[in-house]
């Protein structure tokens, strides 16, 4: 191949998609965003076992279909991932009965992941609303810039681990600056005030996001030390962050002030896509979200609508598994499709929600998805509520919840505002 010139606005664009750098979702060129132009397609039927087999029933499903799904995902699109670990020690380093203008404990925990020179240090920030007498059901977040950047909070550590250049980040450093820079996204006074807990993890701490051929973060703990070794099924980043969610879960099970029965988990865009993987891979959470997802996500691959399978597996090589690669503008050979994805949630409670000017992440996929998983909520007697997509900002809150808001690829105080409606209904 020949090397483009530094400066030029492709290698300039290839840069930024290859190292992952940007987080904020443009419309690139080239892709469909017309939704007349998208061809028929075929879902893979989500009652039909592989030996034919149809599911009739709640107990098919749970016995017999959901893990052939599950292991399908594994195998063929995240990856698989280890058990939890023996070596997994939790230290709460930091803990104030009086943060947040005294309405909220607060707790900072280190999960300590692994031995020797490449062992890994995840910090958990938790707040549990200080007036709850009872242990509290809570929201679990994974959040892109840092804990600190989700909160003002002085107190709250800032991480060592890497970070993404850019946003006043140098050197992949995070900085004092970064204090509270995105707490427009998470509304942590209005889930303390609701008589929740917040806790939040930031990725990073828990697998670096670039291509560094797994040599950083979760992956070298485990089998196969020699990422030489890597079979087409192994984990990948998506699966490595939902793991660390996992590994959160395990601390909040031991925490008093908050019921590790009641938790939801919750992610936007990649870390959309994680929190759905995590939900389906771990069924101790209680509801599961996704916040604008996208492709890998909540929407519906075969749709090929914004992002594609060969754009994502090109652009991020380092969030699937290899085998995920067979599938690049091959949708159609897919043994799964999203839809089945969010099955894997059944019967919990599961929300997704898309933004109108997202349309990257296909909104319409999203929804659509949503409602392919309908058929196995039923099956356990619940129902979505809606079946075609609500208007905009028109929230449906059955089983599934569902949303597509005014605006672009973002997390908002709407978006939080249905969270906690929908978690009012479900966990309280
Ligand atoms: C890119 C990527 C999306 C992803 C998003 C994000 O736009 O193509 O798949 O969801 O980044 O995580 O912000």
């Not at 993890?201 to 485990?222: K, M, R, S």
């Not at 509520?385 to 709407?414: E, M």
Request: contains cysteine.
């Amino acid at each position: 191949m020949k090397p483009c010139h530094p400066l030029s606005f492709s290698c300039l664009l290839a840069l930024v998609v290859f190292t992952g750098l940007s987080e904020v979702t443009a419309q690139p060129k080239g892709y469909l965003y017309d939704e007349s132009k998208v061809a028929p397609y075929e879902l893979p039927d989500l009652l039909k076992c592989l030996d034919g087999t149809k599911v009739a029933n709640a107990e098919t499903w749970t016995g017999k279909r959901r893990p052939e799904v599950l292991r399908l995902f594994e195998d063929e699109v995240y990856g698989r991932s280890p058990a939890k670990p023996k070596a997994l020690r939790f230290e709460v380093v930091e803990e104030s009965p009086d943060a947040l203008s005294g309405k909220a404990h607060r707790r900072q925990v280190v999960i300590r992941l692994g031995k020797g020179k490449k062992a890994l240090s995840v910090n958990l920030l938790v707040y549990l609303p200080r007036k709850a007498k009872a242990p509290v059901p809570g929201f679990l977040t994974i959040n892109f810039m840092g804990n600190h950047t989700v909160n003002p909070d002085p107190a709250i550590l800032i991480p060592t681990s890497w970070i993404r250049n850019g946003n006043g980040i140098k050197d992949n450093k995070a900085n004092a600056a970064g204090r509270g820079s995105r707490s427009s996204r998470w509304a942590v006074d209005a889930i303390i005030d609701r008589g929740y807990a917040f806790a939040t993890v930031y990725y990073g701490d828990i697998d670096p996001d670039f291509h560094d051929g797994y040599e950083n973060g979760i992956h070298p703990l485990f089998p196969p030390a020699d990422p030489k070794k890597r079979k087409p099924t192994d984990w990948a980043s998506i699966a490595g962050w939902a793991w660390g969610l996992s590994r959160c879960l395990d601390y909040l099970e031991t925490d008093d002030g908050l019921d590790a029965k009641r938790v939801a988990v919750m992610g936007h865009s990649r870390l959309g896509k994680t929190a759905l993987w995590a939900g389906a891979s771990d069924e101790r959470f209680a509801l599961v979200i996704s916040n604008n997802s996208g492709c890998g996500g909540a929407a519906l691959s075969r749709r090929r609508f914004g992002e594609t399978v060969k754009r994502i597996n090109t652009s991020f090589p380092h969030w699937f598994c290899d085998n995920y690669k067979k599938y690049n503008d091959k949708e159609d050979e897919c043994p799964v499709d999203q839809h089945m994805l969010i099955a894997l949630s059944a019967p919990r409670p599961v929300y997704v929600a898309s933004a109108v000017g997202d349309r990257w992440a296909d909104p319409k996929g999203e929804f659509l998805s949503a409602l392919g998983a309908e058929p196995v909520y039923k099956l356990f007697g619940y129902a979505f509520g809606a079946s075609s997509q609500p208007p905009v900002d028109q929230p449906v809150h059955g089983r599934i919840g569902y949303h597509v808001r005014t605006g672009k690829h973002d997390v908002t105080a709407y978006d939080w505002g249905q969270y906690l409606d929908f978690a009012d209904k479900h966990l309280k």
